[in-house]
């Protein structure tokens, strides 16, 4: 093989391997291109995703007030339950009194 054909071999070569790349590139993008209507598909979405994790973001928020809320009646309810629990006690511990008093005076 001379000088000649080795070029032209090499050159012939390189043409192939540049012809078979731009092949495979005009492959790629065909089989990726994304459309305009895939884009707008991808917009909408994401405008739903954001506005759903708006709507968590308030009912999260609403869940926990209304737990403060909710534990802060529970604990005045359990505040008055324990006055009542008392009173109910002092009241019970009166009338005991009363009716030993009573006793003490219907038996004189």
Known sequence: MNRTEFIIATA????VAF????????????????SKADIGELERMAQEL???E???DQAITYMQ???AELSNQLAQTEAELSATMEGL???????EE???YIERMNNR
């Open 19 to 34: 012809c078979l790349g731009w092949f495979a590139n005009w492959l790629i993008h065909r089989f990726t291109r994304v």
């Open 65 to 67: 007030q209304r737990e």
């Open 54 to 56: 708006e709507t968590r």
């Open 98 to 100: 009363m009716r030993a």
């Open 12 to 15: 012939v070569i390189l043409f």
């Open 50 to 52: 954001h506005e759903a």
């Open 89 to 95: 006690r002092e009241a019970r511990h009166e009338a």
